[in-house]
């Protein structure tokens, strides 16, 4: 399976909107769960939230749930995460990844991890 490759980060101001966009060249994602997850420097990466299939049935963490959107594109072949009120605490890197089933939210069953991209926000 290829790399996944994530864009759309970049710097916004607290309660700022942001859309990350997570992609795959040659090949679909609509037959794998897809998750977002985040790392700052020193700590383990962290789950946000998870589009599954089939069915597209979607699980947040308690941080994202109510601001965040996970979606599919199939037409374009991607999963965007869509984020709404921004706060600092959502500064970090952000991953895109695949797993065989629904709805993990443990970082280790996943594969195909993206380089990941680069969300700060400012206060």
């Known amino acids: 399976q290829g790399q996944l490759v994530e864009s759309g980060g970049g710097s916004v101001k607290t309660g700022g909107s942001l859309r990350l966009s997570c992609a795959a060249s040659?090949?679909?994602?609509?037959?794998?769960?897809v998750g977002w997850f985040r790392q700052t420097p020193g700590r383990e990466r962290e789950f946000v939230a998870v589009v599954s299939w089939p069915g597209n049935p979607t699980r947040y963490s308690n941080s994202a749930n109510g601001r965040f959107t996970i979606s599919r594109d199939d037409t374009n072949n991607a999963v965007y995460l869509q984020m709404t009120n921004l706060k600092p605490e959502d500064t970090a890197k952000y991953y895109c990844?695949?797993?065989?089933?629904?709805?993990?939210?443990?970082?280790?069953?996943?594969?195909?991890w993206g380089q990941g991209t680069q969300v700060t926000v400012t206060s």
């Open positions: 990844a695949e797993r065989n089933g629904c709805c993990s939210t443990n970082w280790p069953e996943y594969f195909n």
């Open positions: 040659g090949r679909t994602l609509n037959k794998f769960a």
